[in-house]
């Protein structure tokens, strides 16, 4: 049924503390039923410069706060945002098309974010270094200045958090535009968070804009000379001319991308737990996660009897509107997305695969479908899928399941699932996969660890203090005591 409640307005760009009304909206949809949930900010080089600059203005201010004043902040985001959980999870059961259950989740991790983002206020900023005329010598940590902050539709409330927090926090000033599928849930619900928690003017500011002139804001928010590093998570062709626009202008940039994650089944492995891992792993937000399990992979010995219990679980999860908590498989986010998935499947069916379960498409809905007798030449098998769609492929050796698992040009996460950990530890350090989980889901993660990929899946890490080596400059400093001598001559 058609959404008829009247679309919300939201009340602006957000730079240097105010809201700045547009000169121009776009539609943003409900992907459940297309429905016009809001009208969004549409933007462009402008309104990026503004807040650029309004950032750069308050960086001194920022970067000169004191630690303890820093992180308190972060305390108070997380309270704000603890508070607004409902008003999240609503957003993204309408406006991002999430399950109930993953917005809750969702909802609950971003306060850690933060919490964790405080704590690393509290770490060391650097060394003291051995000098052989007897200096202090030490290497520090200084904030960069203005950082962009690129966001995605997927899960954008942890994917945002953890883009700005921990640069936030270190003493950097942020802009931050979100997709355009979720302008809201990515940018400006947080825009309302930290002005609520009181964060400075020009610390914070948040530009959206419509999908045509993404190119423009996003060329100035790498581009523009007084902006010194950029967060980025999205697509792998996104994040590859990001990266070269930045190293071309010598910034520093963390870029998280797609992968084409395996989860590997040994045939020691507890089934029980392996097909539920397979199962949320493929299926959890319809398998737009950039750690989805898009290849399941399982030793021929217990391929028959996983198959089926694989299949059994999965035929289990209900397809709908997301307005009903009952449906954990709610829409793809758009058309295109739809129309990705849906030529995958048909280029393996052409060639030979078999749908185990699922296949069907209706509207932006695709049931959650596992595939059998996947081959290498088939896209659903080399391309990233960012759907519910899985092919479940059998191996005879752990070489074989290393194979391939790296036969892609990805290689952000993995799983391995097996009651010999010696075993598993040796096949994961031949994995060429930024991440590896032994008896859990290739999706994993947590605030403070080193997330991203290898290959075709990403540059640097974000999280806790990796977040905070990249987005830090390190500087030597040394306090001569008279001790080092110089050539006579001079």
Not at 47 to 62: L, V
Not at 146 to 156: E, G, K, L
Not at 310 to 322: I, P, Q, S, W
Not at 369 to 378: E, R
């Amino acid at each position: 049924m058609l959404d008829t409640r009247p679309a919300r307005t939201l009340k602006g760009h957000f730079i240097n503390g105010q809201w700045v009304r547009p000169a121009r909206s776009f539609p943003d949809l409900n992907p459940n039923d297309g429905s016009l949930w809001a009208e969004a900010p549409d933007g462009g080089r402008a309104e990026a410069r503004a807040a650029i600059e309004a950032a750069q203005a308050a960086f001194p201010g920022w970067a000169n706060a004191k630690y303890t004043d820093r992180a308190h902040m972060m305390l108070r985001i997380a309270e704000v945002w603890e508070r607004r959980t409902p008003d999240f999870v609503a957003a993204v059961q309408a406006e991002g098309g999430g399950w109930f259950g993953k917005g809750m989740f969702e909802a609950h991790y971003v306060p850690e974010v933060f919490r964790a983002a405080a704590a690393v206020c509290y770490d060391s900023i650097g060394e003291v270094l051995p000098s052989e005329y007897g200096k202090l010598s030490t290497g520090i940590r200084f904030p960069m200045g203005v950082v962009s902050v690129i966001s995605p539709w997927n899960f954008p409330g942890i994917l945002t958090a953890r883009g700005f927090a921990f640069p936030m926090a270190m003493g950097n000033t942020i802009v931050l535009k979100p997709s355009e599928d979720t302008p809201y849930l990515g940018g400006l619900f947080f825009a309302e968070v930290l002005e609520e928690a009181g964060v400075p003017a020009g610390v914070f500011n948040v530009v959206t804009c419509a999908r045509e002139h993404v190119g423009e804001m996003g060329d100035e928010l790498v581009e523009h000379p007084l902006v010194k590093g950029i967060s980025f998570t999205g697509s792998t062709p996104v994040g590859r001319m990001i990266a070269a626009k930045a190293g071309a202008h010598l910034k520093k940039c963390c870029v998280e991308l797609g992968g084409k994650d395996s989860l590997i089944v040994l045939e020691d492995a507890d089934l029980e737990r392996a097909t539920q891992a397979a199962s949320f792993g493929s299926f959890m937000h319809q398998g737009q996660i950039c750690m989805s399990v898009e290849k399941v992979l399982v030793h021929e010995r217990i391929y028959t009897d996983f198959l089926r219990r694989f299949v059994e679980r999965a035929g289990k999860l209900k397809v709908g509107d997301t307005a009903d908590k009952a449906h954990v498989i709610g829409p793809l986010i758009n058309d295109r997305q739809v129309a990705r998935v849906k030529a995958q499947l048909e280029d393996a069916l052409a060639r030979g695969a078999k749908l185990a379960l699922g296949g069907g498409i209706r509207g932006r809905f695709v049931e959650p479908t596992i595939l059998t007798g996947v081959t290498p030449d088939m896209a659903v098998w080399r391309d990233e899928t960012f759907g519910p769609v899985v092919p479940v492929v059998p191996f005879r050796t752990d070489d074989e399941a290393i194979a391939l698992n790296n036969d892609t040009e990805y290689g952000l996460s993995a799983g391995i699932f097996t009651a010999d950990e010696q075993r598993a530890l040796a096949m994961a350090r031949r994995l060429e996969t930024g991440m590896c989980h032994v008896n859990c889901s290739s999706v994993n993660d947590e605030p403070h660890v080193p997330f991203g990929g290898s290959k075709a899946s990403g540059l640097g890490r974000h999280g806790g203090r990796w977040s905070v080596e990249t987005f830090t400059e390190t500087r030597w400093i040394t306090l001569d005591r008279g001790g080092r001598p110089f050539p006579p001559v001079f």
